[in-house]
Nanobody, 126 residues
Framework: QLQLVESGGGLVQPGGSLRLSCAAS????????IGWFRQAPGKEREGVSC????????NYADSVKGRFTISRDINKNTVYLQMNSLKPEDTAVYYC???????????????????WGQGTQVTVSS
């Protein structure tokens, strides 16, 4: 029953926008720090954004600051990533993930996350 399911990816032109959703089931994401990561072909998985479970503090990678916004709807058990002003270099598979149980603070270190969604493809191209 435990799942993280990403959705909302697709093909968009440079400068366009997408909103990704990460729907959790089998656990309450309000008890976990939830991160968005992305991985482009031939590159390592990198942290994009994270929202903590404790105080709701938010972190963004420098490459997406001012363009991406992470948010959480506890009632819907869903985390969102609003992506604006998309660039070709944003092209990647985007994953949401939860940190280890009891680890409520954000980190961009992927091994500290214990469960991952299947990913959703984002392609930014003219």
């Amino acid at each position: 029953q435990l799942q993280l399911v990403e959705s909302g990816g697709g093909l968009v032109q440079p400068g366009g926008s997408l909103r990704l959703s990460c729907a959790a089931s089998g656990f309450s994401l309000g008890y976990y720090a939830i991160g968005w990561f992305r991985q482009a072909p031939g590159k390592e998985r990198e942290g994009v954004s994270c929202i903590s479970s404790s105080d709701g503090s938010i972190n963004y990678a420098d490459s997406v600051k001012g363009r991406f916004t992470i948010s959480r709807d506890i009632n819907k058990n869903t985390v969102y990533l609003q992506m604006n002003s998309l660039k070709p270099e944003d092209t990647a598979v985007y994953y949401c993930a939860r940190r280890h149980l009891g680890s409520g603070k954000c980190t961009g270190w992927a091994p500290s996350y214990d469960y991952w969604g299947q990913g959703t493809q984002v392609t930014v191209s003219s």
